[in-house]
T-cell receptor, first 113, second 114 residues
Framework: SQQGEEDPQALSIQEGENATMNCSYKTSINNLQWYRQNSGRGLVHLILIRSNEREKHSGRLRVTLDTSKKSSSLLITASRAADTASYFCATGSSGGSNYKLTFGKGTLLTVNP | EADIYQTPRYLVIGTGKKITLECSQTMGHDKMYWYQQDPGMELHLIHYSYGVNSTEKGDLSSESTVSRIRTEHFPLTLESARPSHTSQYLC?????????????FGPGTRLLVL
């Protein structure tokens, strides 16, 4: 079954607005990561938040994690046309040396100039 | 910018052909992965390796095979391509350190089987 589920599936905003994407998961995790994918390209790691963290910032990105609700959100502030991409959450499983990630279906963000 | 490379970037071939998708990384990472991704969909892990001579099947069943003879190289082979293999294939790697969970991706290979 799918571990990470992003919401919404697609989001269209104007440049300068904030974009919020949500991710829900089902099982216990070691960490949760957000990746970005430009059309037809590989994924680029954006930010990692561990299960004992609640909030993390990186530039215009803000990620929150609520392990009690098994959910995370990614906020992109002051969006730019160049932020147009698909955004995926990925959960890292708990324990051991198992570094497999399980990806969600992604949110397609379109930032209109 | 991640130092992980995939060739070819695009491949159009006929049914029944044998193909090998190449993936190389220069970061010395122990762990490497192959994902399959259809347009607009999630990534599915099809193979992974935790080091030389170590390969495992992923969560999605695949008719492809992989090998890991050298740390930096993780090729994927399809013995007889079929139209159902049409997809994008993404290679990734990660190291064993505290940031080992972060994966670095190549640009992908878009495969079209006619």
């Amino acid at each position: 079954s799918q571990q990470g589920e992003e919401d919404p599936q697609a989001l269209s905003i104007q440049e300068g607005e904030n974009a919020t994407m949500n991710c829900s998961y089902k099982t216990s995790i070691n960490n949760l990561q957000w990746y970005r994918q430009n059309s037809g390209r590989g994924l680029v790691h954006l930010i990692l938040i561990r299960s004992n963290e609640r909030e993390k910032h990186s530039g215009r990105l803000r990620v929150t994690l609520d392990t009690s609700k098994k959910s995370s959100s990614l906020l992109i502030t002051a969006s730019r046309a160049a932020d147009t991409a698909s955004y995926f959450c990925a959960t890292g499983s708990s324990g051991g040396s198992n570094y497999k990630l399980t990806f969600g279906k992604g949110t397609l963000l379109t930032v209109n100039p | 910018e991640a130092d992980i490379y995939q060739t070819p970037r695009y491949l159009v071939i006929g049914t029944g052909k044998k193909i090998t998708l190449e993936c190389s990384q220069t970061m010395g990472h122990d762990k490497m992965y192959w994902y399959q991704q259809d347009p607009g969909m999630e990534l599915h892990l099809i193979h992974y390796s935790y080091g030389v001579n170590s390969t495992e099947k992923g969560d999605l069943s695949s008719e492809s095979t992989v090998s890991r003879i050298r740390t930096e190289h993780f090729p994927l082979t399809l013995e007889s391509a079929r139209p159902s293999h049409t997809s994008q294939y993404l290679c990734a790697s990660s190291d064993r350190g505290t940031r080992g969970e972060t994966q670095y991706f190549g640009p992908g290979t878009r495969l079209l089987v006619l």
